[in-house]
Structure formats: C-alpha cells, structure tokens
C-alpha cells in the first residue's frame, strides 16, 4: 500500500496549509487555506493549484481559520467535486466565515478597479463560497472514517478553537500518520483541552511559536492593565481581532472583570458581522464543551459584557471613526491585513490618544506585524500614515501552543514517531524547535519547503 505526502503549503511559512496525501493512487487534502502575509505569499493563492483540482478524492478539514479553509471555493471553482469533511462546529463555523470572505474579497476587487491599483477581479465571491458549503459533510469525533485508497480516519479535538481537530489517519498496514492542524493550548476557558497523543508512525506538527513560550501572565490581568489605562485617559481602543475564537475570549475576560467589580460599563463595539454569528455558534456547540464550558455557556452575559454593541452595518462602522473615547473597538482580520480593522487604523493611528492592541500572532509581511517591529510611517490603503499610536500586545492570549507547551506535547509520547515534519511556521521558529525536539528527544526529523515530497509507506 503505497502512500506518500506532499506539502503544497504552510512549508517554512505560517499560512496556507494544505497538505496531499496520496495513498494508493487516491488523493486526500489536508487542508486548503488561503496564504496570508507577503505580496510574495499572496499571490500564491492566484496561482493554480499544484495537481489538477479534479484529481483529488476527498479534502479534510482541521479548523475553520482562513488559513485552513480559504482557498476551498477556489478548489471548487477549479474543478473538486468530492466531499469536505470537517466537524460539525467547523462546518457550523465555515458556513459564516466562507461567505463573509467571499465579500471581502469581492470589495478588495471593486476598491481595487476603482483606483486602478490591485487585481480588479475577486479571487472567489460570496455566491462561490455558498457554493461550497453544499460539499461539507459533518462528522464527529472519535468516529473512524474510510477515506480513499483505503485508508481510515478519525477526529480527536485539538484545543485551538471550537472545533479545532486532529486527523488521524490510519493506512491499511496499521500505521498511522497524525495532522495536528494548530495545536491549541491547555487550561484555557471556552474549549476543550487539545487532546494528549501518545503514538504515531508519523506526526505533521505545526511551529508558530516554535522559537519562544508564551508569557505566563495572567491574559485577564493584562487585559485589565490596558483597558484601565484607555478608560483613565479617555482613549481608543483599537483591538484587530480575529472573530473566531480569540473576539470571544476577549469578551469572556472583560464581562468576567466587571463581574469582578474590576471595570465598569463602557463602551465596546465588536465591529464584526462575522463575530457576532460566530459567538452564537460557540454558545450552541455542546459536543465542544467540556464540564467548564457547559458552566460558562449557561450564561448569556458570558460574551456580552455590559456596554457592548455589535455592528453589522458599514455606515455604523465608518461613524466610529469620528467617535471620541473612551472606547474600545473589536474587529477583523486580527493580523490587520483585511477587513474593517484597516480603516479604523487609518483613521486612529496618527492619534495619541489611540492604543492599538495586538492579542494573536501577525505573520511577516502583514500589517500587524509592521506595527509590532515599529515602522514608520505606515502605508495603509494608499494612504501615508503617522504612527503616534501606542502599540501594546498580549502574547498570553495566543490560541496557538507556544515552544514549552509543543514540547509538553510532544513528551506524551511513549516511542518516537517514525519521521516527524514541522510545519506551519516561519524559518526560524521552526528550526529552533526542530534543534530542541533533536537535542531532547532524539527524534528524526524534516521541515519540509513547499512541494517537497515524501514516501510514507512503500
């Protein structure tokens, strides 16, 4: 039973994971995200797709972040016809945020078209992104799965956001090959813990923070630092966030403060469509919950802290930005490279009354991250813009393990995988990690570049 992998992307870069799987002749897909950061990665995703869409048997799906499941509308458009397996919080997920990128993607190309600057046609539209919804097929976890080739597979939760998976994948000679997906983080609140694996033939492990570890600061506490401080200067706060999973712990923390006591009403808009379905979607997905969840869930004010507004309308956001503070302002994308968050930067960075707070990772080449390394001026949309903003960020909230908890991860297991591939990560936060796993654990190891191919079973 021949069987090999193939690494189409997210190989020694963080975004556009998708990963072939080719087992006796039939194709899987692991993943199909959109490639985020650099015009280099950009335009990656205008490029076509390595093997003919038409070729491939069946997509499997670990979470509903872009960079995961981005690109499947133009999968789709391309020629797949076959079935997109994912969870059902996933598939719950991915039935918000595919269309809502669909519209993003048709404004970029009218924006674009009517100052003669960009690409004036959309990569794929809402229609297509509705599209493809009709090919996801909902499975749960722990429930094996034939795929292709005859090999089986099943879900296991992996902790990074509701719905977030590992695939294990079982070949007909008994070994298997484990897709980490994003592996999440232990002991945090809303979703279940990623779950502890103890053995594979193979292991596919991501490695955005494969060079540091988190803070082990308290998030809520420092969360509290910088809202104080805007509540106290009558400030803006500007918070790009992503509206999957990491808007809706940000709001658990603050409606938790002010039942502390701790901060009083004020002011929150959470400046996303996309948020506001998907908070409903993490207070209905029981089979996401663990015994704390399902206690958190039980109450409405969980993610509704006193003061909070939702917008939906675009002439609603466009009137904060003549709004004064104090006030804080949720909105996508969290890496700031899209969405409502880059006007509101437009309009509030060159004022000192404006801090702008980072809660998740900024790949190279976004927006965000040009914030974060302190460059000046900042082009946004055309525009020259001086930064006079403070720049704060909470590295506690990352939904993504950091190098000490990969590692804890990792120590679970009683023999070492046959070859492990790190993936999902820049240069040289992956090859920090790989010199450690190596150094500690003796593993074999690859971080493979894009396309590189390798034999599993011959």
Not at 77 to 97: F, N, W
Not at 421 to 445: C, Y
Request: glycine share 8%; charged share 20%; with cysteine.
């Amino acid at each position: 039973m021949p069987a090999r992998i193939t690494f189409m992307g997210a190989a020694q870069t963080v975004t556009g994971s998708r990963h072939l799987l080719t087992i006796n002749g039939k194709n899987t897909l692991v993943d199909c995200g959109l490639f985020q950061g650099s015009h280099e990665l950009n335009e990656r995703n205008w490029q076509p797709f390595p093997i003919d869409p038409s070729h491939i048997d069946a997509v499997v799906i670990t979470h509903a972040h872009m960079d995961h499941i981005g690109w499947l509308p133009r999968l789709i458009i391309d020629g797949y016809k076959g079935p997109i397996y994912a969870t059902r919080a996933t598939v719950e997920l991915a039935r918000i945020s595919l269309p809502d990128s669909g519209r993003l993607q048709e404004e970029e190309a009218r924006r674009n078209l009517k100052h003669n600057h960009g690409r004036p046609t959309p990569l794929y539209t809402e229609k297509d992104a509705y599209r493809t919804m009709k090919q996801f097929v909902a499975l749960p976890y722990d429930l094996l799965h034939p795929l292709p080739g005859g090999a089986q597979w099943k879900y296991v939760p992996a902790g990074h956001i509701l719905g977030s998976a590992f695939a294990q994948i079982y070949f007909e000679n008994g070994e298997q090959i484990l897709m980490s997906g994003d592996l999440g983080r232990f002991n945090t609140p809303i979703i279940k813990d990623p779950t502890v694996i103890d053995f594979t033939e193979y292991l596919v492990v991501e490695s955005t923070y494969g060079d540091r570890s988190h803070p082990k600061d308290d998030p809520k506490e420092q969360l509290f630092r910088v809202i104080s401080d805007v509540l106290k200067s009558g400030g803006v706060l500007v918070t790009p966030s992503f509206a999957i999973g990491r808007t809706q712990e940000i709001l658990y923390y603050i409606s938790e403060l002010q039942r502390e006591g701790r901060l009083p009403r004020f002011p929150i808009y959470v400046d996303s469509p996309m948020a506001t379905s998907t908070t409903k979607v993490y207070m209905s997905s029981h089979e996401e919950h663990d015994g704390d969840t399902k206690e958190i869930c039980a109450h409405a004010e969980t993610f509704e802290p006193q003061g909070l507004t939702y917008i939906r309308d675009s002439e609603q956001s466009k009137m904060l930005n003549s709004q004064r503070g104090p006030m804080m302002i949720i909105s996508g994308s969290g890496m700031a490279n899209g969405g409502r968050v880059v006007h509101h930067l437009l309009h509030r960075l060159s004022h000192p009354d404006t801090t702008v707070l980072f809660t998740g990772y900024q790949a190279e080449g976004t927006l965000g991250r040009r914030l974060l390394e302190g460059q000046e001026p900042i082009h946004i949309m055309g525009q020259e813009v001086e930064v006079r903003a403070k720049i704060e960020k909470i590295n506690a909230l990352s939904a993504h393990a950091g190098q000490d908890e990969i590692m804890t991860w990792l120590r679970n297991f009683k023999t070492p995988p046959k070859h492990t591939f790190i993936v999902h990560g820049e240069p040289r936060a992956q090859q920090a990690l790989a010199d450690l796993i190596q150094k500690e654990l003796g593993w074999e190891l690859s971080i493979p570049a894009f396309l590189d191919t390798y034999d599993l079973v011959k």
